[in-house]
């Protein structure tokens, strides 16, 4: 393969990366490369056996290789050429990329522009700092998902699961289904970290108890785990004393967050945004780096792979955009600031020129609020949550109200008068 | 005696606590706590007729992959579901089998065919 030719190439092939290349494609490009460390395309969906995939994209429900497969197929049949078991190891400021794989060594190319779709990973123990022994029997909610969904094989008999995200609470149920007991489900938080389709339909069709404002302050056992004392915390998330309890178990799921990876982003001069752990990025999903766009999990971590691809489909297009002009016309200059009970707000910049979706989560859940984007748009919200993302449309219209010469807008969440 | 049974509904980030009454001769007799018209709609269907979409996984024999993942190709009721788990947990797939492809018919009499939900090559 001529790598000199290539027009786009995307790193990463989850959902993120298919969506970007596909659009990539149709938006003109001539070649598109979809590069990829595992054996085929699809990245996670394949161990995302359940369903809820495609509910907003598609208007259906499917499960998470179904949802791939789609994707899959359309990256083939839009002429997307995939380079599988090829790892990205290097990304140059000018777009330099570097890679090894089994057939080809170590290859250098220069594509005209770069889509990051790398998605993200699990945070794991040592991440959390829980004290105790380090016996077999601690691992993440996704490496769980792994050993039961792909490799075939049930981790433990007895589970704990350490964190409410969607993937933890997906997991407590695929593991009472398979036969294990899952003795505990426990959230520091005084609310779940996931959907609450989730909570009804993982946990509490199995009556699998959930311990809201709790923790696991130790893990007990040498080979093996055989224990977790759970505490009550208070309000600064600190143990209260006198409410340890053990829970005897020989699992410690955890399902405690996700960390963007963006180890090449970072290589490559990408600034980040502290809050998502993604690059901060204009509408079209640039970076600080002209022609290098990202979408999906490695931007800030979706709770629905439905906006992965429409974002990533945006990222695509203007990576596609950009390889055929050799520039981007014009990049966002306006500052998008998070604003009262609103954690960040993607994209960070817009140009106020073209019609934007401003994707965001909120710090705290509320009720009864409103969406206020400066005082060009306010949107009413019946409730909001940290784990479900919200997305507020502006359309060039409206952003044609902004005023010449400005500098930021910011975005609140505000609560309404009335109950 | 008139009873009460709570469920959490799923239509919005709200998640409002719906309590169902129900009559001497259960009947529904009103809703409380639900802050729409969906909520009733929502508690309704799951205290008449609880459905849920089974998936999993099944062993597969001739494939170097061991597992085939599968759905229910329609929700069953929710009653069915660890019974369900019982009929896979003695299925083999043989590839070749693609998505949509009817793994085991009409499981347990409720009308759905478990299908396969990934591809299964040799």
């Known amino acids: ?419 | 005696m008139a009873q009460k049974k709570t469920f959490i509904c799923i239509g919005c980030p709200l998640g409002c606590r719906v309590t169902l009454t129900i009559d001497g001769k259960g009947a529904v007799a009103g809703f409380a706590g639900n802050k729409c018209k969906e909520g009733e709609k929502y508690v309704l269907e799951e205290y008449t007729n609880p459905v849920r979409t089974l998936t999993a996984t099944v062993l597969t024999e001739g494939s170097s992959q061991p597992l085939l993942a599968v759905r229910t190709s329609r929700p069953i009721v929710k009653t069915k579901l660890a019974e369900g788990m019982a009929v896979l947990a003695k299925v083999r797939a043989r590839p070749p089998l693609k998505i949509g492809d009817v793994v085991v018919p009409n499981l347990l009499d409720t009308g759905a065919d478990i299908v396969a939900s990934g591809n299964l090559s040799s």
Request: aromatic share 4%; hydrophobic share 40%.
């Open chain 1, 1 to 419: 393969m001529k790598l000199h030719d290539v027009d786009v190439a995307v790193i990463g092939a989850g959902p993120a990366g298919m969506a970007a290349a596909i659009r990539a494609r149709e938006a003109g490009a001539e070649k598109v490369v979809l590069m990829e460390r595992a054996e085929e395309l699809g990245g996670l969906l394949h161990q995302c056996v359940h369903n809820g995939f495609g509910l907003l994209y598609f208007n259906e429900d499917l499960t998470g290789p179904e949802y791939g497969h789609r994707f899959i197929e359309k990256a083939l049949d839009t002429g997307v050429t995939p380079l599988l078991e090829t790892m990205v190891v290097r990304l140059g400021e000018d777009r330099q990329i570097g890679a090894v794989n089994t057939k080809e060594g170590f290859i250098t190319f220069r594509p005209k522009s770069i889509v990051l779709a790398m998605g993200c990973r699990e945070r794991s123990r040592g991440a959390l700092n829980i004290p105790g022994t380090r016996p077999a029997g601690v691992l993440t909610a996704g490496t769980a998902q792994r050993y039961v969904n792909v490799e075939g094989f049930v981790p433990g008999k007895k589970v704990v699961i350490l964190g409410s995200g969607d993937i933890g609470m997906i997991m407590a149920r695929r593991l009472t289904l398979e036969g294990a007991r899952v003795e505990a489900v426990v959230e520091i938080l005084p609310y779940i970290g996931g959907l609450i389709r989730n909570e009804v339909q993982c946990l509490h069709d199995f009556d699998i108890p959930l311990f809201l404002n709790h923790t696991v302050t130790q893990i007990h056992g040498e080979e093996r785990v055989e224990a977790v004392t759970v505490a009550q915390v208070n309000g600064n998330r600190q143990p209260v004393a006198g409410t340890q309890r053990t829970i005897a178990c020989d699992t410690l799921l955890l399902s405690v967050g996700l960390i963007p990876e963006n180890e090449l982003s970072i290589m490559a001069g990408v600034r980040l945004d502290p809050v998502t752990g993604g690059a901060r990025v204009d509408e079209t999903r640039q970076t600080n780096i002209p022609g290098v766009f990202a979408g999906g999990n490695v931007l800030h971590v979706h709770d629905l792979v439905d906006n992965v691809s429409w974002e990533s489909e945006m990222a695509g297009e203007s990576a596609a955009r950009f390889a055929l002009e050799g520039k981007q016309k014009e990049s966002g200059k306006i500052v998008v600031r998070a604003g009262r009970n609103i954690r960040y707000v993607v994209p960070q910049t817009i140009s106020g020129r073209r019609d934007t979706t401003l994707y965001m989560r909120v710090n705290e859940p509320e009720e009864t609020v409103r969406i206020k984007v400066g005082d060009i748009m306010t949107k009413g919200v019946r409730a909001v949550k940290p784990s479900e993302m919200l997305k507020i449309e502006l359309s060039a219209e409206k952003l044609g109200k902004l005023r010449e010469g400005t500098k930021e807008i910011t975005v609140d969440c505000e609560k309404r008068g009335g109950k």
